[in-house]
């Protein structure tokens, strides 16, 4: 017997480190990367994946929320079952494109299937959100929704996510800047500036008012205004120390080649970022002329 689910990545508009405050923010889901969780009996406790082949409990710390996550699934089942966990697609890991919690409910809905436990919507994300909680030490919930959405997701701690069917008729370019993100670490220094200074405090407020910003701007198609609202974004995320030499010179570059706005995405420290183009062709000479500076990007129509 066997189970599978195929669960995506995702990408965060805007909002990134205020959602985590409880304020609004904006995130879509990207089906072009995502992995495919297989759960099957075994001899053993085993994981299989890119970048590990092991026992499954044996495996280093950054898989501790898939530790929980398993665990916890057993013993709803009642069982001692032994299995081999295959994961399978690629999304690069540590760069803000949701890759623990596209395994994390990827693992809860294979396990799910796998056991016949007919668990709830509400169960099955209390489990992949409190794996996030282990992996990043604080976690919105943002990332869990939008892996499990087919749609734009416009989300806060309190109401949830909202789903956004509406299109803003513009092009996005995605760019891995190839340097791994820390979500952990980013998250962390956030939160010490808050403790200790007003003016971060005010900052991220802001950040999280540009997130609202940008739904009515994207309702009424209004391009040009969400790009100024990128930009604002990452003057404010840049004040919080995230930004590392190689965004800089991506944001340089991006608005030089006309690009509306431009802002990385995640955690920051590294990982990706997003320009808003007006077109494809734009995207793609942006995308060409930061060759040096990436090692892969995407380009989506939103």
Known sequence: MKSSYLAHGKVILIGEHS???????????????????????????????????????ATPSEYDGLKYVVKTILKKANSNDNLKITYTGEIPMERGFGSSATVALGTTKAMNAYFKLNMTENEIMAITNHAEMINHGKASGLDAATVNSDYLVFFNKKMGPKKLKAKLNATLLIMDTGQLGNT??????????????????????????????????????????????????????????????????????????????????????GGIVIALCDNQAVATEIAQNSQQLISNYWIEEI
């Open 184 to 269: 952990k670490k980013a998250v962390t220094q956030v939160q010490k500036q808050i403790q200790t200074s007003n003016k971060a405090k005010l900052n991220i407020q802001q950040l999280g008012k540009l997130a609202d910003e940008t739904k009515a701007a994207w309702l009424k198609q209004d391009r040009k205004k969400v790009g100024q609202i990128f930009n604002a974004a990452e003057k404010i995320l840049h004040s919080f120390g995230l930004a590392t030499n190689k965004i800089d010179e991506l944001q340089k570059i991006a608005l030089n080649h006309g690009a509306l706005g431009f802002k990385f995405s995640g955690g920051g420290l």
């Open 19 to 57: 959602v985590v405050y409880g304020f609004d923010a904006l995130a879509m889901p990207i089906t072009a990367l995502h992995i495919k969780t297989t759960v099957e009996a075994a001899n053993k406790m085993w994981m299989d994946t890119a970048r590990y082949h092991g026992p499954f409990f």
